[in-house]
Structure formats: C-alpha cells, structure tokens
C-alpha cells in the first residue's frame, strides 16, 4: 500500500535555501558532465592531430626520390644552387644526381628551391634538355659515319 507523502510523518519541511541549493547541485553535476565530455572530445582533437603531425614527420623523415629524404634535399640547397650556378662540385659527388632526381620528382622541395632560388632549376633543366638533344644529334652522327 502505497503511503500519501503529505501525511506521511517522516517527511519535515525543506529548510530554507535546500530546494535552490539542490538546483545548484544540480546544475553543476549538469556542467561537469558537460565538461568531461568536451574534454573527451579536445583530447581526442588532441590525438588526432598529434598523430598527424607524427605521421607528416615521418613523411619528411623518410627516404624519398633519388634516394635522399626531404630533410636531406633541403639541407644541401645551398650546395646544389652553388653547382648549377657555378659547376662547384657537391660532395659526396653522387648527391648531385640525387638532388637533381629529388627535386624532379618532389613539388613540395622543388617549390621550396624555386622559391629560394628563383629560375635556377628550370634553367637548368632546359641546359639539361638541350644537352641531351646535342648528345642524341651527336650520337645519331657519329652511328651515320660508322656506316
Ligand atoms: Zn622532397
């Protein structure tokens, strides 16, 4: 049998300020919940961009075209724009060729050169191509004489 709360003798009156401080209660497990739950969120924010930025470090880190690494290609700018500029040798003498592969195949180095170096890659490509064009005349020449 269900008991009537009003005459019910266990029940006493509220003391003053119970039923505004059991709002506030309230109200603040409401905003702790609130809370946890974006902080769950900011912090799974926070894996995922810590993990980007892993994961494009890793990127950077690893070997790319011409067999050297981004980091590698941008640390020997300097010396590269020295030997197509002056025909300075570039130590080791291989690095030259695997800059020159690196940077043919990487956009994101060779925007990096074209904007340290302006025009010094394209005019060394086009010396490229137009010795290889010498060469292959050259060649096509020289095979006509052998026979
Ligand atoms: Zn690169």
């Given at each position: 049998m269900m008991?009537?709360?009003r005459t019910d003798q266990q029940w006493d009156e509220c003391p003053p300020g119970e039923l505004s401080?059991?709002?506030?209660?309230?109200?603040?497990?409401?905003r702790r919940a609130l809370l946890k739950s974006q902080m769950g969120n900011a912090a799974l924010c926070?894996?995922?961009?810590?993990?980007?930025?892993?994961?494009?470090?890793?990127?950077?880190?690893?070997?790319?075209p011409g067999g050297i690494s981004c980091k590698e290609c941008l640390a020997h700018f300097d010396d590269y724009h020295l030997h197509l500029?002056?025909?300075a040798p570039i130590e080791p003498i291989k690095l030259a060729n695997q800059m020159q592969v690196h940077l043919d195949h990487c956009r994101?180095?060779?925007g990096e050169f074209d904007q340290r170096?302006?025009?010094v890659l394209s005019t060394a490509?086009?010396?490229?191509?137009?010795?290889?064009?010498?060469?292959a005349m050259f060649a096509a020449t020289s095979s006509l004489l052998l026979y």
């Open positions: 008991s009537d709360f401080r059991l709002a506030k209660r309230l109200k603040s497990t409401e926070l894996v995922l961009v810590v993990g980007g930025v892993l994961w494009a470090s890793s990127l950077i880190g690893r070997t790319g500029t002056t025909g994101l180095c060779r170096f302006p025009g490509m086009a010396t490229r191509a137009a010795l290889g064009q010498q060469f």
